[in-house]
């Protein structure tokens, strides 16, 4: 099992030096493979309740938010966050000071740079209203929550 993790870490490593020349020779470009490999394996240790590792990587997978965070990875990065305000309320996990730090500075984070990203895609003549259904909307909304449960309305 061991070594299975040593290779995924070196073709990790691959990935993000790809990334990074593919980065060097167009920089306009936004590339998602390795925030793609994070947010799975993030959702994964989520999934099995290893939430403080799980966290930490979604939000690694969206630095820098400028130029990873959009409708899609936000779609995902946020079941997650659900996932653990879901287990907080329930008490069947708690959470250190750290990890809550970390993501409240991610969620500044996505209300800075998500105001822009719809949320919802307008289907057979539905309003969606931008106000609403934008990222730094649904950032604001989870950072209440996870105040809440944290103690500090």
Known sequence: MTNRNEDAEELMKRIEK?????????AKQSYYHLCIVNLVIGTLY??????????????????????KLNADTWYYAKRCFLGLAENLSKHMTVFEDDLYHEIMTFLDAAEEHGKGILTVIDQQGQNTNPKY????????????TFLKLHGQN
């Not at 989520?46 to 130029?67: D, M, T, W």
């Open 18 to 26: 790809d990334e990074k020349q593919s980065q060097f020779q167009d």
């Open 46 to 67: 989520c999934s099995k309740r290893n939430f403080v590792f799980g966290i930490s990587r979604i939000i690694k997978s969206l630095e820098p938010c400028a130029k």
């Open 133 to 144: 259904h934008n990222v730094a909307f649904e950032a604001r909304l989870l950072k209440r």
